[in-house]
């Protein structure tokens, strides 16, 4: 009884050591990983189950035309991190290069305001061992260059994986069906990949069953040293969930019994991450802290999947994603690849029920968060490729001032508020109108060659500025 006692005194004590909901916001950024813009309850889907994500967009704020700044994982992660395009960094895909010495993490610019910072799931921006071979590319001698983990780049706590692992038992080969499980590893055996708290630290317990309650695992207990520290946090939770190898338990299977044995393992992944957003929601409300806590929610880029008819995107196999109609997947610069869902939850500053129309992205979190704090970017003496956000979910602006600029390999994109184009390198640029025809089936390029002339500009300048970046000219 003394002891329960004593607890309850250090929490109360706790609680009312905190600052008023009034003053810094804790913030936590929360990225899925492949889930395509239909793989949300709230946008519709037909029969996935996202309570908790439905319920924050309900409490919040849902951008309609979100996008990852990247069209596969890793560059999109950079846009977080930095603000800036992947290729000013020189990550040009999901396992090319790594965040550099040289760039300012979101991680290190709050720090300078006082946060206690940690880093949670996947990472994906640099190997996290020089001593064993680990995931795709780590303790290989010709990628030590690329050695870049994130308790060198101004994270207090991590847990973190280099890349992918299954989203059950995320240690442990699954069966090949369970999608991109490589032909050289044995089902039940080490998948190769393992989760890293520092140097040399790698985590051997509590690594069973749902990859995502692993990872929430250890975020709640990071919310919890933080409080008892009296110091606002930034807490960064990239969830493996849906990238494959997908299966999930029959718990989260059974809610969808009376679908396919891939929909089953899908839909019932998507369901788990679900149930942890749930969790953390309901834990920020228990600490008496969520009124003041910043919450972002979005995916690294469009869904995985396999088959294609007239331009659309089929879900095959385990990859079960869907873009609602949009064209294009993963690895496309159309919107299926790159528009994403996405919330931004609030409760002291956004009004439930927010909706945005704005098209906005992942290179803009930096420099919200940055306004917000009231730190000068400019002292950085870098170009900035997103914008400060709150104008848009205060309702205090509807169309964008900055074009928001793609390029994926061959392709290339921008997107001015409703005109966007898209092309392919040595091909014939395409003009679309995203609010008259969202699914990129009528080129208007032939129709409107002044306003394609005007949006290729836009393109070479951004463009220029980018190789500038790449050449090491902002540091």
């Known amino acids: 009884m003394k002891t329960f006692l004593s607890t309850l005194l250090i929490s109360v004590l706790l609680l009312a050591c905190q600052k008023p909901e009034t003053e810094t916001p804790n913030i936590i950024l929360i990225m899925a990983d492949d889930q395509g813009w239909g ?63 040289q760039e300012i993490t979101l991680a ?21 061992t020089r001593e064993i071979l680990d995931a795709n590319r780590g303790g290989k001698k010709e990628n030590e260059i690329h050695y870049a983990p994130p308790w060198d780049h101004g994270f207090d706590v991590s847990f973190v994986t280099e890349s992918k692992v299954p989203t059950w038992d995320p240690m442990i080969t699954p069966p090949k069906n369970s999608g991109d499980v490589n032909g050289s590893l044995i089902k039940g055996e080490p998948f190769g990949t393992y989760y890293w708290s520092g140097p040399g630290v790698r985590i051997t317990e509590n690594l069973e069953g749902d990859d995502s ?69 309901n834990k920020l409300k228990n600490l008496g802290i969520s009124k003041n806590t910043l919450i972002f929610y979005t995916s690294d880029n469009g869904p995985e999947t396999s088959l294609k008819v007239r331009n659309q995107n089929i879900p095959h196999g385990r990859a079960q994603g869907i ?6 997947r993963k690895r496309s610069l159309y919107e299926g690849g790159i528009r994403v869902p996405s919330i931004v939850e609030w ?26 704090l009231d730190i000068d970017l400019k002292k950085n003496k870098r170009p900035y490729d997103g ?17 928001l600029a793609f390029q994926f390999k061959d392709q ?36 409107k060659p ?22 090491g000219e902002d540091y």
Not at 250 to 270: M, R, T, W
Not at 323 to 328: E, S, Y
Not at 424 to 446: M, Y
Not at 456 to 461: I, T
């Open 39 to 101: 793989d949300v309850g709230y946008n519709g889907h037909p029969h996935l189950k996202t309570p908790h994500l439905d319920a924050m967009a309900q409490n919040g704020a849902v951008f309609s035309r979100f996008y990852s700044a990247g069209s596969v994982c890793s560059p999109t992660r950079a846009s977080v991190m930095t603000g800036r395009h992947s290729a000013r960094m020189g990550i040009c895909g999901a396992n090319c290069g790594h965040v550099k010495d």
């Open 108 to 128: 290190e610019m709050v720090k300078e305001k006082g946060y206690r910072t940690g880093h949670f799931g996947k990472w994906h921006l640099g190997t996290l």
């Open 213 to 281: 309650r692993i990872i929430m695992d250890r975020v709640i207990p990071f919310i919890e040293q933080s409080i008892a520290q009296v110091k606002p946090f930034l807490s960064i939770i990239w969830f493996h969930a849906p990238h494959l190898p997908v299966l999930t338990g029959e718990k989260y299977k059974s809610h969808y019994a009376h679908l396919s044995n891939n929909q089953q393992h899908y839909y019932g992944v998507i369901s788990a991450l679900d149930e942890q957003v749930g969790r953390l929601r």
């Open 323 to 328: 873009t609602k109609g949009l064209r294009g």
């Open 347 to 372: 409760p002291a500053k956004i009004k439930p029920g927010t909706h945005v129309n704005v098209p906005c992205f992942t290179s803009d979190y930096f420099p919200t968060i940055a306004h917000i």
């Open 387 to 403: 914008e400060n956000l709150i104008p848009y979910w205060s309702q205090k602006k509807q169309k964008r001032n900055n074009p």
């Open 412 to 447: 290339f994109a921008l997107i001015d508020n409703d005109q966007k184009l898209y092309g392919i390198s040595d091909g014939v640029n395409q003009l679309f109108d995203l609010r008259l025809d969202p699914e990129e089936e009528n080129d208007l390029s032939k129709e």
């Open 450 to 471: 002044n306003k394609l002339k005007a949006l290729e500009r836009l393109y070479r300048d951004w463009d220029s500025s980018v190789q500038n970046s790449s050449l």
